[in-house]
Nanobody, 119 residues
């Protein structure tokens, strides 16, 4: 069973940076696409960054130029580097992995890590 464990969240001042990690276990990491989602209080969960198994990245417009997603196949880990943090980036950040096969989709979520941007 695939498990995802996020870490790296915390309280940071506006303009600061954080590096989130998503540790993957229990499956073939190389085959999975991975996304970082966030959910602010009272709002829907939204995709902020994603990376395919081949390393192709995609970002929400609201985070382009500030967020960078990357993956390390040797460590089975996906990272989200967050720079120039804004109060509106405050949310629980979730890692999601997905593997698509004909007729099936395997999708897993982590437990989330809280990011709070406040002075």
């Amino acid at each position: 069973q695939v498990q995802l464990v996020e870490s790296g969240g915390g309280l940071v001042q506006p303009g600061g940076s954080l590096s989130l990690s998503c540790a993957f276990s229990g499956g073939s990491f190389r085959l999975y696409a991975v996304g970082w989602y966030r959910q602010a209080s009272g709002k829907q969960r939204e995709l902020v960054a994603a990376i395919t198994s081949d390393g192709v990245t995609n970002y929400a417009d609201s985070v382009k130029g500030r967020f960078t997603i990357s993956r390390d196949h040797a460590k089975n880990t996906v990272y989200l580097q967050i720079n120039s943090l804004k109060p509106e980036d405050t949310a629980v950040y979730y890692c999601n992995s997905v593997l698509t096969r004909p007729g099936r989709e395997y999708r897993y979520w982590g437990q989330g890590t809280q990011v709070t941007v406040s002075s």
